[in-house]
């Protein structure tokens, strides 16, 4: 019963982390610190830009000519990075 329980737990704590192209990169960078790679890869060089505080990864993306599909690819390959990590 208690396999159960926690399974169910850590279930809902994964979606409740799912990274949408309205969070916080500078947040999403200290929690999930394997997301910087696929920002860079992007060519998203938010890491260490002081904008990463205020801005969201849709916001950051924008000011870099990405398109929408672009930032959709982007906030996926995040997610997957992630998932894959846990």
């Known amino acids: 019963m208690k396999k159960e329980i926690k399974k169910i737990i850590k279930t ?3 979606k409740e982390e799912k ?3 309205d ?8 929690k999930h610190p394997e997301s910087e790679e696929v ?3 992007y060519g998203l060089h938010c890491v260490g830009c002081i904008a ?3 801005d ?3 916001a950051g993306a924008k000011v870099h000519g990405f ?3 672009d930032i959709g690819e982007m906030v996926e390959r995040i997610n ?3 998932k894959f990590k846990e």
Do not use: G, H, P, Q
């Open 12 to 14: 809902e704590r994964k």
């Open 19 to 21: 990274i949408t192209k």
């Open 23 to 30: 969070s916080n990169l500078a947040e999403v960078i200290y």
């Open 39 to 41: 920002l860079m890869d």
């Open 52 to 54: 990463s505080v205020y």
């Open 56 to 58: 969201t990864i849709e």
């Open 67 to 69: 398109s929408d599909k």
């Open 80 to 82: 997957e990075v992630i």
